[in-house]
């Protein structure tokens, strides 16, 4: 047999192999419960969805108090308002990036890895105007910052990173600080393209002026001190102080309520104001049927009489104990 093949014969295995695969076309299609669904290898969703809500909740925190920091430090009234926690590659971060723009990387002691901060120009020219004497409005700039501009800067971002530090301290001890400057991205190392990186968007507001912060953690990072979010976003609420609880029931044993129970007594106000511990009271109340407590005429209570022989009764024993049950 010759080992090369006439073209008849690659006209067979071709309409053969053409055949074979009509044949098992209709199967595949007719399998309904077949799913396929793309997965990109090079950006997996490497933090949950609960420690993104975690973080957009911190960091919304941090941009109420970073609000008023910046305000006080330029000056002048100056809204920050968290936009959006999303994952992306560093690359992809990049990217998305003005260029040139003012670009920083933060170190993130004692955690590895480091994090970057940009600052869009047009918030950052303002903010450089404003800090320089100018009025802070209408400036539109397209340049490189120059050095003494770049130091100006460094003012807003280390008052910036210092609310950033006071906000993550409720979770984990973590020391953010500048490593590093540029003012084209590309030109600072702070990860590899492929590294998958949590991006905080925020909107930043002087006057009339609008611009963009954004600042990107390593994936890796956050990753490390998963368990103090999940730890610490199960609480909603700090524990009261001692003094705290203190002044708290006394301002509510201050509130007036008018407390009632669906029973009838035959017995006198007066009487029963003079019942001591012990006493026994009759009542026309079914044992068999649960006591409401009203507080300010709503369903607060479920109360169960004390059953006797002959009909039930409410013993009076010191402070009364009652199952809560739901509001009406």
């Known amino acids: 047999m ?6 008849e014969e690659i006209d067979a295995l071709l309409t053969a192999a053409s055949d074979q695969g009509s044949s098992s076309q209709p199967a595949f299609e007719g399998d309904q419960r077949t799913s396929v669904i793309g997965y990109n290898f090079r950006r997996p969703d490497r933090v949950t969805k609960d420690q993104i809500r975690s973080l957009h909740f911190l960091h919304d925190r941090f941009a109420r108090n970073v609000s008023t920091s910046m305000s006080a430090y330029m000056r002048v009234v100056t809204d920050v308002s968290i936009l959006s926690v999303e994952q992306f590659t560093y690359s992809e971060f990049l990217m998305s990036l003005s260029d040139p723009t003012a670009f920083y990387a933060v170190s993130m002691r004692p955690l590895e890895g ?3 901060l940009e600052l869009n120009p047009s918030v950052a020219f303002t903010m450089i105007d404003r800090m320089l004497g100018g009025s802070g409005r209408g400036v539109i700039v397209t340049r490189a910052l120059t050095e003494i501009e770049q130091n100006v800067t460094d003012g807003v971002v280390k008052l910036i990173l210092e609310n950033l530090t006071d906000a993550w301290r409720g979770i984990v001890d973590v020391q953010f600080r500048i490593s590093g400057r540029e003012t084209r991205p ?20 002087i006057g009339d002026t609008r ?30 102080t001692p003094p705290e609880q203190a002044a708290l029931d006394e301002n509510i044993g201050r509130v007036e309520v008018t407390l009632s129970a669906g029973i009838d007594a035959a017995i006198s106000a007066g009487e029963f104001l003079r019942l001591q511990v012990g006493d026994v009271v009759g009542l026309e109340h079914p044992a068999s049927e649960p006591i409401e407590v009203n507080v ?23 402070p009364v104990r009652a199952s809560r049950t739901h509001a009406a």
């Not at 010759?2 to 073209?7: I, K």
């Not at 702070?190 to 925020?202: D, G, I, Q």
């Not at 600042?215 to 700090?238: H, L, M, Y």
């Open 2 to 7: 010759s080992p090369v093949l006439s073209q």
């Open 296 to 318: 300010n005429g709503k369903v607060k209570f479920i109360g169960a009489p004390v059953v006797t022989a002959a009909r039930s009764h409410i013993r009076i024993e010191g």
């Open 114 to 116: 480091t994090a970057a």
């Open 211 to 240: 611009g963009v912060l954004n600042i990107c953690f390593p994936a890796a990072s956050i990753e490390a001190v998963s368990g103090s979010f999940t730890r610490s976003w199960q609480r909603t609420q700090r524990e009261m």
């Open 186 to 205: 590309q030109m600072l190392q702070v990860a590899a393209p492929n590294e998958v990186v949590l991006l905080m968007s925020f909107e930043v507001r």
